[in-house]
């Protein structure tokens, strides 16, 4: 049907016509770059879009898991009370720890003993 935006038989035919001029254990990022160096991106655009989309997947999920992990370590049963804007700022910080520990917090402390008090009178 015409919804597709690339045909797989021409798309099999452009990546064919380069493995003639390139060697067979050769990366995907080696022949993108054979092909911009030597002109071949406009003569082969589906197989360098292809290949471009190939490049950039993520090959993990990493930085996913591990923030699910750290998430299990902070909310334990004492902190399932928490309200859900604070359990996702320190489930922030201790998946940044390496950038929370560089910042200064003096600053921001005193800017909130500054401020009011923003208690509620009985």
Request: proline share 3%; with cysteine; glycine share 4%.
């Amino acid at each position: 049907d015409d919804m597709r935006d690339i045909d797989a038989s021409d798309l099999g035919d452009e990546l064919k016509a380069p493995s003639r001029c390139i060697s067979a254990g050769s990366t995907p990022k080696a022949v993108l770059e054979y092909m911009c160096t030597n002109k071949m991106t406009t003569l082969f655009p589906n197989a360098f879009v292809a290949l471009r989309i190939l490049l950039t997947l993520p090959v993990t999920v990493a930085s996913g898991e591990r923030s699910f992990s750290k998430l299990k370590l902070i909310k334990t049963h004492l902190l399932s009370t928490m309200t859900q804007e604070r359990l996702v700022g320190l489930a922030t910080i201790s998946t940044e720890h390496k950038l929370a520990q560089t910042l200064d917090f003096q600053e921001a402390v005193q800017i909130f003993a500054t401020k009011k008090a923003r208690k509620a009178t009985l």
